[in-house]
């Protein structure tokens, strides 16, 4: 019996070793999970603020007729219609676009027969306001004003848009 409690502690000592390095190592991949999670849920937190004070801040009836006169300007009422200015990234140029729409920093312009649309976010989702032609109803999340909606890509009432960078 002598011969085995040699054997027994260099058991006891390498399953302690095996669990302190399984511990060690579920807490490291706890850790990697928190670091890859954590900035979603910032991101995530910070899209609700930038959404709520952006509803907050807008006149409604006064964007969408900024809406309609630039959706009409650039493609509505146009024998040729003109691209909503774009820079080499896809993402809107501000500085050619009126004041008004200038100061609520879209990261995109989404233009189509019967609607415009604002649209911020990226890759987690994208979310915004869309304004629809007079003669149009419109849908959206959640209804701003007659033919002003709030949108985001979970809506199910959105309507096919187009992907980022196709400004048609």
């Known amino acids: 019996m002598t ?16 669990l302190g390095a399984g ?14 999670l954590l900035p979603l849920l910032v991101v995530g937190h910070g899209e609700a603020k930038e959404q ?10 006064a964007l969408l007729a900024t809406l ?5 300007r650039q493609r509505w009422n146009s024998a040729t219609p003109a691209e909503v200015p774009s820079l080499p990234d896809g ?9 008004e729409l200038q100061r ?15 649209v911020y976010g990226g890759a987690l989702g994208h979310w915004g306001i869309r304004a629809f032609r007079p003669a149009v109803a419109g849908a959206g999340l959640r209804q701003l004003a007659a033919g002003l909606w709030f949108f985001t890509d979970d809506d199910d ?11 048609y």
């Open 23 to 36: 511990l060690f190592l579920a807490t490291l991949g706890v850790m990697a999970l928190a670091s890859l």
């Open 52 to 61: 709520k004070l952006l509803l907050e801040q807008i006149d409604r009836p």
């Open 68 to 72: 309609r006169d630039y959706a009409a």
């Open 104 to 118: 609520l920093k879209p990261k995109y312009i989404w233009l189509d027969d019967d609607a415009i649309a604002l």
């Open 91 to 99: 993402t809107v140029d501000l500085s050619k676009l009126p004041p």
């Open 157 to 167: 009432t959105a309507r096919e848009k187009p992907s980022p960078g196709q400004h």
């Open 3 to 18: 011969s085995a409690l040699p054997k027994l502690a260099i058991l006891q000592t390498l399953l302690g070793t095996a």
